[in-house]
């Protein structure tokens, strides 16, 4: 008899101006426009849009997977797709991490600190994890200002056979997160 998995219930966060929500089909246009630019060299691309099909479907598969994934980060009065955050552990990986990306309109207006700030006290008050860590490519300087900005250090370096190197960044833990 073959293992079967439910569909997963992927919860809907809200912060201030953004809704952390399961991907949908209309966010397609978007994810692939990010897939196949260069700003997507941090996370294994530029891909092409075939590519960026079957991962924003793994994105929901993760839950299914993990129990716990990315979403869709929305702008939440026009619901339009501006990146992609939350907890993720790939095959492969150390350890679950708190990964982020956003579209170009996004960039340089806070959205992922905001985004990953939901996704960080979800991992920590909902997942019940006690460290979070983020792995950052070292030309992707932008993101590791964004770790700073969250209190978080570099713990270390990791090396992925098909991604290569990453430093690991090490967030706070829940009790100086909340302070």
Known sequence: MSEMTALPSIPVLETERLRLRAPRL????????FGVSE??????????????????GSI???WALRGFGRWMVADRETDAPLGVVGPYFPHGWPEPELAWTVFAEAE?????HEAVLAARA???????????VSMIVAQNTRSQALARRLGATPDGTFRHPEFGDFTIWRHPGPQEASR
């Open 108 to 112: 340089g207006k806070g959205i992922a």
């Open 60 to 62: 929901i598969g993760h």
């Open 26 to 33: 209309s966010d397609f246009e978007a994810f692939a426009a």
């Open 122 to 132: 979800f991992a920590y008050d909902t997942l019940g994890w006690t460290t979070a």
């Open 39 to 56: 700003r997507a060299q941090g996370v294994g691309g530029p891909i092409s849009e075939f590519e960026s099909f079957s991962k924003l």
